[in-house]
């Protein structure tokens, strides 16, 4: 963690949590405070302290029965740095902090692309410089502040060495490319061949975003410095793990309801549970092909139950609330 701060160092100060806490006879307490100037921690716990020395430096002193445990942060850093390094992750952050692209949800697609996957495959040339030739200009701005510009194209089709950019970043912009299509409702299936790449391996890259994209939410959220990210990516898992768009996720979470369904539901005029939920399963079943009467009867049901209890928890809520004010 201590890393995380020296990235940052040069940008801003920066308070956050440590990854690990510290306890003793049955009790913990998450190291506090800490700057670049040192370590603080609750006055009860004697065993485990910073301090300056005459060379400036910290020093922690922990005695044999210290027990040190990783905290929630320190298990989240140790899956986002797992292949990473910290200072790259936190520059990457950083870089896009000062620019980042928001005409497209391409850049947030870059930043929440994983890195593990980067080195399973590796870009077809011709594909690469011909998806680049047909992106928009709201798309190629995003590129261009990644350094990917015609000149790289062009090196990359000769074939010569490309000093401007990592490879690494090269190939991570590749897989974003495949996230970019699904994102914007292109099947698995012509996603992989469009790429020339196995079908499970586009499956694979779409969950493990999903997944990445809630380490990196949740980083995010302890790091004050990122409050910025954190808004940016709420739901936004949940949107790659399905590959749809935001208004699609209410009606997903109903049974036997996926994205195909889903989208042929809102286009139907059933834009959210409620219309659901008053809708006649035969009118439901007329208006979508294949729509069995069964699973439309199903799906009203789930509606209606679904409805009932999120007005039976803000009904509670609501009770709360008045019992706290004694109206």
């Not at 959210?272 to 809708?279: D, E, F, P, Y």
């Not at 009932?308 to 609330?321: M, P, S, T």
């Amino acid at each position: 963690h201590c890393s995380i701060m020296l990235c940052l160092k040069k940008h801003r100060s920066l308070s956050s949590q440590s990854s690990f806490s510290i306890g003793n006879n049955n009790t913990s307490t998450h190291i506090t405070n800490i700057s670049p100037s040192g370590i603080e921690l609750d006055e009860q716990y004697k065993t485990v302290y910073g301090r300056k020395d005459k060379k400036t430096k910290r020093i922690i002193k922990i005695k044999d029965n210290t027990i040190l445990k990783v905290s929630s942060l320190g298990k989240l850093l140790l899956k986002i740095f797992s292949h990473i390094s910290c200072s790259h992750f936190v520059s990457r952050l950083l870089q896009a902090q000062n620019s980042l692209v928001l005409v497209t949800c391409l850049h947030l697609l870059y930043l929440v692309t994983p890195y593990d996957l980067i080195s399973h495959v590796k870009p077809n040339t011709s594909t690469y410089v011909s998806v680049y030739n047909n992106m928009g200009e709201n798309e190629l701005q995003t590129a261009r502040i990644l350094g990917i510009n015609e000149r790289v194209m062009t090196l990359l089709m000769k074939g010569l060495n490309i000093k401007s950019v990592p490879e690494r970043v090269l190939h991570r912009f590749y897989l974003t490319l495949m996230l970019y299509d699904l994102w914007n409702q292109k099947s698995l299936w012509d996603v992989a061949d469009k790429f020339e790449v196995p079908r499970g391996f586009v499956q694979t890259l779409m969950t493990s975003a999903a997944t990445f994209s809630t380490c990196v939410l949740r980083f995010c959220e302890e790091i004050k410095d990122f409050w910025a990210f954190k808004e940016l990516l709420v739901n936004f898992s949940q949107q790659l793990s399905h590959c749809c768009t935001a208004e699609l996720l209410p009606l997903m979470d109903l049974p036997a309801v996926k994205r195909g369904r889903a989208r042929q539901l809102y286009k139907a005029g059933y834009k959210s549970l409620l219309h659901i939920a008053n809708a006649n399963p035969l009118e439901i079943v007329n208006s979508i092909d294949h729509m069995p009467k069964k699973v439309a009867t199903q799906i009203v049901a789930a509606a209606k139950l679904m409805l009932k209890q999120k007005a039976d928890n803000l009904r509670e809520e609501a009770e709360e609330v008045l019992e706290g004010l004694n109206i």
